[in-house]
């Protein structure tokens, strides 16, 4: 188990290496410069002379070799240090730290009604035995996965918030002002779920130790709940920690379309004003979101199958 651990987290570490790397060498050779752009869009527009841009590129580092920005922003970041926003001159720490709570807010409402919508809709198909009703229920996680996110969002609203006039179209309302936006970034998690789980439980079903319980006088619901969906949840489990990764981008346009103030829109400012502190800090910070949620996974499933660890074991001891 020690072994198991210590990959995973040394994978994880990769990962967020990785990220972090791969941002700074798409950033780096975006075209122009943040510190250029923020002096055209300033108020004294075409005002700012080189010297000027020069200091400014100096305070932030811009004017160094790629080679050593990368040393210099790594090796602050390893330390939890991202700079200061060109736009705002504020932390990029306390401006990600802002707008955390609402995203937060946002995604785990989001993760879940997609939790309890998927898993509640692969329940219901694989246990009923009426056959319309189980491929009426089927047929609509591949509608929900096809439906793009921003489409769901503008029905909701034109639906529930311009006509019914139920729930608020904008802002940050408290709760019912995250109904809308909730529900419709899960939509497409949920969908996918319910997709992965179904179709483990029909497999799982039929496989020989369910037949043997069966035989041995366990009920209907005993069999579905207690032998099948163990196992079943396994790649469930898997396309929940993808999930969370998936919410954190579609949050972006989520966020824009509802006017909320999250990391959405935080980000969609940062990428149109090039200010790239605030772009790699929430980068590695969505990175860091994912490596932790599929950690947690990948520590959850020895508790729901043993095996896995006796493999992995296995195969270190065979390398």
Not at 67 to 75: F, P
Not at 168 to 186: E, M, Q, S
Not at 196 to 219: I, M, N
Request: proline fraction near 4%; charge should be positive; glycine fraction near 10%.
């Amino acid at each position: 188990m020690r072994r198991y651990v210590i990959r995973r987290v040394a994978q994880a570490i990769g990962v967020l290496w990785a990220a972090y790397t791969v941002s700074f060498l798409v950033l780096d050779y975006l075209p122009g410069d943040p510190v250029s752009a923020m002096a055209g869009q300033g108020a004294d527009q075409g005002t700012a002379d080189a010297a000027q841009l020069a200091r400014l590129k100096a305070e932030y580092g811009f004017d160094k070799p790629v080679l050593i920005q990368y040393a210099d922003y790594l090796g602050k970041a390893v330390r939890g240090d991202f700079g200061d926003s060109v736009a705002t001159g504020r932390t990029v720490t306390s401006t990600i730290a802002g707008a955390l709570p609402q995203t937060l807010e946002l995604a785990g409402a989001a993760l879940l009604l997609a939790v309890v919508f998927g898993g509640g809709l692969a329940l219901l198909a694989t246990y009923t035995s009426l056959r319309w009703l189980r491929h009426a229920l089927l047929s609509l996680p591949p509608l929900g996965v096809s439906v793009p996110t921003f489409w769901v969002g503008l029905m909701l609203v034109e639906l529930l918030s311009f006509r019914a006039r139920l729930l608020p179209a904008f802002g940050n309302d408290g709760v019912r002002g995250l109904v809308l936006p909730a529900v419709t970034l899960a939509v497409l998690s949920g969908s996918m779920i319910a997709q992965v789980l179904s179709k483990s439980l029909f497999t799982a079903l039929d496989e020989p130790y369910v037949q043997t319980a069966r035989a041995k006088g366990a009920g209907r619901a005993r069999v579905h709940l207690g032998h099948a969906l163990r196992n079943a949840s396994l790649p469930a489990l898997t396309v929940l920690g993808v999930l969370v990764g998936q919410l954190m981008a579609n949050s972006v346009v989520v966020e824009t379309v509802f006017s909320r103030n999250g990391l959405g829109r935080i980000t969609a400012s940062a990428v149109s004003t090039q200010d790239i502190p605030v772009v790699q800090g929430v980068i590695v910070f969505g990175s860091l979101v994912f490596v932790v949620v599929n950690l947690a996974v990948d520590l959850v499933y020895p508790l729901l199958d043993p095996r896995i660890v006796m493999a992995g074991s296995s195969r270190w001891r065979l390398t």
